[in-house]
């Protein structure tokens, strides 16, 4: 009895281990690269203290618009203050923009990722925004960097940093 329920049970794990691997195959063994998604900012890039704005970005991929985005979410936060940012779900409008409303309550230097997933894949382009008339010698300066790979190898670094410093304490 255990060994047919062995032998039932190992060919259970060899037929889903064959198809996860024709799948596998079905999408990579063509040998073609995904199109890459790119997402446009279309933001202006100065705005208004007070008044609700429109976050909005443009979803395409290969010149075409990207209607069924997985995910779009607007990251918000005032420069050299990401941890006290505010993430806000984004909604699809049509033609590929998705939007979402949010109000800067003070005059400053603010930034904001879209982060954007569809069609397999996650890209999160960074924005700038000056809002009202701030004093720039008060600006903190931003340490968030313009990418998801610049910003895991910080991490990293960090992570590695207080290792190092952990290290030269003993």
């Known amino acids: 009895m255990k060994k047919l329920f062995l032998t039932l049970a190992m060919a259970a794990v060899l037929a889903v281990g064959c198809g996860a691997e024709d799948d596998a195959v079905d999408t990579l063994g063509s040998g073609e690269v995904?199109?890459?998604?790119?997402v446009?900012?279309?933001?202006?890039?100065?705005?208004?203290?007070?008044?609700?704005?429109?976050?909005?970005v443009k979803v395409t991929q290969g010149g075409e618009v990207v209607n069924d985005a997985d995910s779009v979410d607007f990251e918000v936060w005032e420069s050299g203050l990401r941890d006290e940012g505010t993430m806000i779900d984004g909604e699809f409008t049509e033609d590929g923009v998705y939007t979402a409303e949010y109000t800067f309550d003070h005059d400053g230097v603010y930034y904001m990722y879209a982060h954007t997933t569809a069609r397999?894949?996650?890209?999160?382009?960074?924005?700038?925004?000056?809002?009202?008339?701030?004093?720039?010698?008060?600006?903190?300066?931003?340490?968030?960097?313009?990418?998801?790979?610049?910003?895991?190898?910080?991490?990293?670094?960090?992570?590695?940093?207080?290792e190092q410093s952990a290290d030269h304490q003993h």
């Open 34 to 38: 995904p199109v890459e998604i790119i």
């Open 40 to 56: 446009e900012v279309l933001t202006p890039e100065k705005l208004n203290v007070g008044e609700a704005t429109t976050l909005e």
């Open 120 to 162: 397999g894949m996650h890209v999160m382009p960074k924005q700038q925004f000056i809002v009202g008339n701030p004093d720039m010698s008060k600006v903190l300066e931003d340490n968030s960097s313009s990418s998801m790979e610049d910003d895991s190898e910080a991490q990293e670094n960090q992570e590695h940093g207080n």
